[in-house]
């Protein structure tokens, strides 16, 4: 049976996740992300099914490691990011949070998402489902896989990796 310590340790580690992005602290952000970690948001084959593996189907968003996610951080920081330029004022809410441990040194944590976006004067949003892999790292977490379900993908925009 899990702990409540546990469960409260990990909801902490995903809002301070959120908080970094809202505040784009990329750095900081950054760093809640192993090296190897993989990033991924795949893309729908039909209403109901979406592709599952990210090298032979087509995916909104995928990095097999923190280099791709890095990147784009580089990117923002420069300003040479035309799709996010502005950057959109974004507010990031985490829910339904469900932790499960699959060994001593592991947790896969699924939850729910909704991320507010405002720019241009006109406020949007995106939401969906989110599963990750996570290790412990000193006192708190790593990620080591984040798979996004993006519920509505029917994408009048941009995508980046601050909406998820």
């Known amino acids: 049976m899990m702990s409540g310590d546990l469960q409260l340790s990990v909801e902490r580690f995903l809002y301070r996740k959120a908080d970094l992005c809202d505040r784009r602290q990329w750095v900081d952000y950054l760093e809640l992300f192993d090296e190897e970690s993989e990033f991924h948001i795949p893309q729908w084959d039909s209403e109901h099914v979406y592709t599952t593996d990210p090298k032979r ?27 996010s330029t502005p950057m959109p004022r974004t507010l990031h809410a985490v829910n339904n949070v469900l932790v499960r441990e699959v060994s001593d040194s592991q947790l ?31 006192g708190s977490w790593t ?3 984040k798979h996004v379900i993006l519920m509505n993908d029917t994408i009048d925009s941009v995508l980046d990796f601050y909406h998820v």
């Open 57 to 83: 189907g087509m995916s909104l968003m995928y990095y097999p490691n923190r280099a791709g996610l890095e990147d784009r951080v580089f990117r923002l920081g420069t300003g040479k990011s035309a799709a």
């Open 108 to 138: 896969e944590v699924s939850c729910k998402w909704t991320t507010h976006i405002y720019r241009f004067g006109e406020a949007s949003m995106f939401f969906g489902d989110v599963n990750y892999k996570l290790k412990p790292a000193g």
């Open 143 to 145: 990620i080591l896989k």
